[in-house]
């Protein structure tokens, strides 16, 4: 166990709708990273937030966004969904800006139909 | 543009055997480079993680060695176990924080 949790494990929806992931760093981390991984592809970084600002950016689309609060879990916002948006989300945290070390959460699977 | 390369895409050794994956990079400039385990449909785990500095570094059964003048790197994996099939992947640190991934190699241990 990580100490990183993604709400919810598993997601279901359809086209044209908006979702949005949850994730809870570990306790002290104050960088939260997000990641795509479709099927068969490697993991695509997305975004990072370090103590509330936004950090780095990385191949996030514009239908995506995300946020970090002031409890530091972060929240990652997916609007009208397409078929190929269906994939694993993961996001992961460390303690300092830098990332040199992450720790990754279980993911959340996204299923659009 | 930052690339990671990593070879084999995919293996197949028997339990107890050793096997080394590949990394090639070209992150410039370079400030770390890490070697995550992922079981499939679980998030990657950290196996090691190197600086410029560093020429080798284990974790268990797993070495990685890192050539910083090729720009290459090797995950070793001693007495393989039927635990280590799994994807490896192969991440890159440049000093702007951002990560350049590999695409991974699927190694499947078989008894």
């Known amino acids: 166990d990580s100490g990183v949790t993604q709400t919810p494990k598993h997601l279901i929806t359809a086209t044209g709708q908006r979702v949005t992931l949850r994730c809870s760093p570990r306790s002290g981390d104050l960088s939260v990273y997000w990641y795509q991984q479709s099927l068969d592809q490697g993991l695509q970084f997305l975004i990072q937030?370090?103590?509330?600002?936004?950090?780095a950016k990385g191949n996030i689309l514009e239908r995506f966004s995300a946020q970090q609060f002031p409890d530091l879990h972060s929240e990652l916002n997916l609007s009208s969904l397409e078929l190929g948006d269906s994939a694993l989300y993961f996001c992961?945290?460390?303690?300092?800006?830098?990332?040199?070390?992450?720790?990754f959460g279980p993911g959340t699977r996204l299923t659009v139909t | 543009k930052n690339q990671v390369e990593q070879s084999p895409q995919s293996l197949i050794i028997l339990e107890g055997k050793n096997c080394t994956l590949q990394?090639?990079?070209?992150?410039?400039?370079?400030?770390?480079l890490r070697w995550y385990k992922q079981d499939t449909g679980r998030g990657p785990v950290s196996l090691t993680i190197?600086?410029?500095?560093?020429n080798t570094k284990s974790n268990g059964r797993y070495t990685a060695t890192l050539d910083a003048d090729t720009k290459q790197s090797s995950l070793h994996i001693t007495a393989s176990q039927l635990s280590d099939s799994a994807s490896y992947i192969c991440?890159?640190?440049?000093?702007?924080?951002?990560?350049?991934f590999g695409a991974g190699t699927t190694v499947t241990v078989r008894a």
């Open positions: 992961a945290s460390s303690v300092g800006a830098g990332g040199f070390e992450q720790y």
């Open positions: 991440v890159v640190s440049g000093d702007d924080y951002k990560l350049s």
């Open positions: 990394c090639n990079y070209t992150v410039s400039p370079f400030s770390n």
């Open positions: 190197m600086t410029f500095s560093e």
């Open positions: 937030y370090y103590n509330g600002e936004e950090r």
